[in-house]
C-alpha cells in the first residue's frame, strides 16, 4: 500500500514539474509558449503577415513546441520509473 502511495506522490509531482516547464517557438514574428504538459500559455501573432502566412506559422510552432513538451514528459517519466531514455 505504501509503495502506491510514493507512485502516486511520484506522479503528482511529475505533473507539478510539467507545469513549470515552459517550450517556446517563434518563427517569422509568430511565438507560442507551452508549458511541460502540452498546454498552450500564450500565442503572439505578427500582424505584418497575411492571414494565410499567420495560421501556417502557427500551426508550426504549435506543433513544434507540442512535440518537444512530449519529448519533456517522457525524460522525466522515463527519470521516475527509471527507464533510459
Known sequence: MFDKLKDLKKLKDLESSLG???VE????????VV???AEILS?????ELSKEDQEKYLVDCIN????DAKMIMAKKAAEITGFGF
Open 20 to 22: 513549470n516547464e515552459r
Open 25 to 32: 517557438k517563434e518563427k517569422n514574428g509568430i511565438k507560442v
Open 35 to 37: 508549458n511541460g504538459k
Open 43 to 47: 500565442i503572439s501573432l505578427n500582424s
Open 64 to 67: 513544434n513546441a507540442s512535440r
